[in-house]
């Protein structure tokens, strides 16, 4: 498979960067953020779902980068910054707007309730696949809410 590159401008784009990135996994270490810059990146081990079969007995993992643009602030909820070897799991990215203007939040929801909140100026958001794949057999599975 060719390697993925997709860009969000709009929160219906961002859904669909959200799905390709939905169970990747990154360590602590691996999030920056550049008050200078005004950029958010982060590199993930992302979950291929686009190529997931539920008959195949093995799936693939890319290593990949998300980066975010036009970022005012950052904070993070349930996440101990000082640990950066932590792994985490990413559920998803959701978009709050500030009123009717393009400003507004973005949440990287992460697994047990913790989160990373990026204040945008508008949603400008990249997603590229960085290298090759590799194999897994674990095809992560989530419970019926």
Same mark, same amino acid.
């Given at each position: ?6 860009? !969000?401008?709009? !929160? %219906? ?9 939905? +169970? !990747? *996994?990154?360590?602590?270490? +691996? !999030? ?12 993930? =081990?992302?979950? *291929? &779902? ?7 007995? #093995? ?11 036009? *970022?005012?602030?950052?904070? #993070? /909820?349930?996440? =101990?910054? @000082? ?5 985490? #799991? ?5 978009? %709050? ?8 939040? /973005? ?18 958001? @990249? ?6 794949? &590799? ?11």
């Amino acid at each position: 498979m060719d390697s993925l590159k997709l860009m !969000a401008l709009d !929160a %219906e784009d961002l859904g669909i960067v959200s799905a390709h990135v939905q +169970d !990747a *996994v990154f360590k602590v270490g +691996d !999030a920056s953020f550049s008050t200078r810059s005004g950029q958010f990146v982060v590199s993930v =081990n992302r979950f *291929v &779902w686009e190529t997931a079969d539920d008959k195949a007995k #093995s799936f693939e993992r890319r290593r990949s980068a998300i980066a975010f643009k036009r *970022v005012k602030a950052a904070r #993070s /909820i349930g996440i =101990n910054l @000082q640990d950066r070897e932590a792994v985490l #799991s990413l559920l998803a990215l959701n978009f %709050e707007p500030n009123g009717e203007g393009p400003d507004g939040s /973005i949440a990287l929801v992460l697994a047990g309730g913790a989160e990373i909140v990026l204040d945008v100026e508008c949603i400008e958001a @990249q997603l590229a696949d960085l290298g090759g794949a &590799w194999e897994t057999t674990l095809k992560p599975r989530h419970s019926a809410a």
